[in-house]
């Protein structure tokens, strides 16, 4: 089983949990909270991001809604669940990773109701294998932010700013772009259906031809190897001979194998030169 399947190990960190879970109550910030580090994510397809943690007393909990974890020890704002996470786990298939390029940087997050929170980048969720996940229009990628007391879960089009201290992200766009959603998928060898290799695919510098092209020559094809390799090459049909590889045939006269070539299946062989 891959380790990235259901349970994904995150970069642990510190948090608090609202004991409204220990209770089957709901959460509120109101309710009394209890320290935990919070190590493991939990990704079920149409369910909300789930977590575990470990308390003080070395109780482990597991799969914990978002909405139960702060990340200050009291106040915070009562968010909605899906201010918090805008959209649920894609699939059973999930990776956590640590963006180098952003790791530790403030960003700024645009919830449903256009507010913003300032936040700090934490690590970052992806799925496959299921649901929209690989399909270009309706993949998302969820930043996990720790902003305002609790944690985020946001795609990419929702951290309207990443923030860095050099001069790179120095513009400010006014107002909001009329971008578009990416919708198109390639595919390199479906595009390059038209080229087929224009010999044995055995030899390691073979070569392409368009397929509605005239034919390759054997000694078109044969020239084209010796150019790219700089040493004399030989039609496939023809016997190997010293001479064909540039040897001298005294200086190998000796030799107790020589190499011809299967005309029906192109394979070089080995035979014993007849009994002197």
């Known amino acids: 089983m891959s380790s990235n399947y259901l ?50 007393w070395g109780t482990q909990h597991a799969r914990i809604p978002i909405h139960y974890i702060h990340t200050e020890p009291n106040g ?78 946001q795609p990419n089009n929702r951290i309207v700013r990443w923030n860095d201290g050099g001069a790179f992200t120095s513009k400010t766009l006014k107002g909001r772009p009329d971008w578009k959603v990416f919708s198109q998928e390639f595919s390199c060898e479906a595009s390059g259906g038209r080229w087929v290799a224009d010999s044995n695919e055995e030899l390691y510098w073979y070569g392409f031809q368009d397929r509605n092209a005239p034919q390759t020559s054997p000694e078109l094809s044969a020239g084209f ?9 030989i039609n496939r049909n023809q016997v190997w001979s010293p001479k064909h590889a540039g040897l001298d045939e005294a200086a190998t006269a000796s030799s107790s194998v020589t190499q011809i070539v299967d005309e029906a299946t192109g394979r070089t062989v080995d035979t014993k030169p007849p009994t002197q």
């Not at 059973?92 to 913003?116: F, G």
């Open 7 to 56: 349970n994904i190990n995150i970069p642990f960190f510190w948090g608090f949990l609202d004991t409204g879970f220990l209770y089957d109550k709901d959460p509120s910030s109101s309710n009394e909270r209890i320290p935990m580090e919070f190590f493991l994510y939990t990704s079920i397809p149409n369910r909300c991001g789930l977590f575990t943690g470990m308390s003080e």
């Open 76 to 153: 915070g704002k009562d968010y909605p669940l899906d201010f918090l996470q805008l959209w649920d786990s894609f699939s059973y298939n999930c990776a956590a990773t640590v963006i180098e390029y952003v790791k530790n940087r403030s960003c700024k997050v645009m919830l449903k109701d256009k507010t913003t929170v300032d936040g700090t980048y934490m690590f970052t969720l992806d799925w496959c294998n299921g649901g929209y996940s690989e399909i270009a229009a309706g993949h998302k990628t969820g930043h996990v932010i720790n902003a305002d007391g609790r944690v985020f879960i």
């Open 225 to 233: 190897y010796a150019d790219s390799l700089s040493a004399p090459m």
